[in-house]
């Protein structure tokens, strides 16, 4: 059976969406744990072995909680570019929704274990890395120059 006219345009951009979904979300979990691995540091003297429990740790928590976070990114993507909004809005908009994101990722932790002290900085630093991480990275629509 022919598919549809626009079909195969529709899952390049939904495979495109993916893509920056999958770079934003694999950015904030390597990227954050070292940040605060980093900040921790700063304030107290870790070991070696210390310092790299807490990375890997942070990574395999950070995979595991926030799977369903990269999921809705990467829906929220592809709905978002389909949206006549102009580039920086429809970034702003993802970047205020990679924040809400960080912040279920820490719910469905907090749920299943008690979140460590100086919650309200581990969110911080997920979200900045989040958010810079929208605006880092391009979103190419397809085969044109226009991207997000």
């Avoid at 929220?76 to 205020?96: E, Q, R």
Wanted: one cysteine or more; charged letters at 15%.
């Amino acid at each position: 059976q022919p598919m549809a006219p626009g079909t195969l345009q529709y899952n390049h951009i939904f495979m495109r969406a993916f893509i920056y979904s999958l770079k934003v979300w694999k950015t904030s979990i390597f990227v954050s744990p070292l940040l605060i691995v980093f900040i921790t540091k700063l304030q107290v003297d870790l070991r070696i072995d210390e310092a790299n429990s807490m990375f890997v740790g942070g990574i395999i928590l950070g995979f595991l909680f926030s799977i369903p976070s990269f999921m809705l990114l990467w829906i929220a993507t592809y709905l978002v570019t389909h949206t006549h909004l102009k580039w920086g809005n429809k970034k702003t908009l993802l970047s205020f929704l990679s924040v809400a994101l960080v912040l279920l990722a820490f719910s469905l932790y907090g749920r299943l274990r008690g979140l460590p002290r100086g919650e309200a900085c581990l969110i911080a630093v997920y979200s900045i890395v989040a958010v810079t991480s929208i605006w880092l990275y391009k979103l190419k629509l397809g085969r044109t120059k226009k991207h997000l």
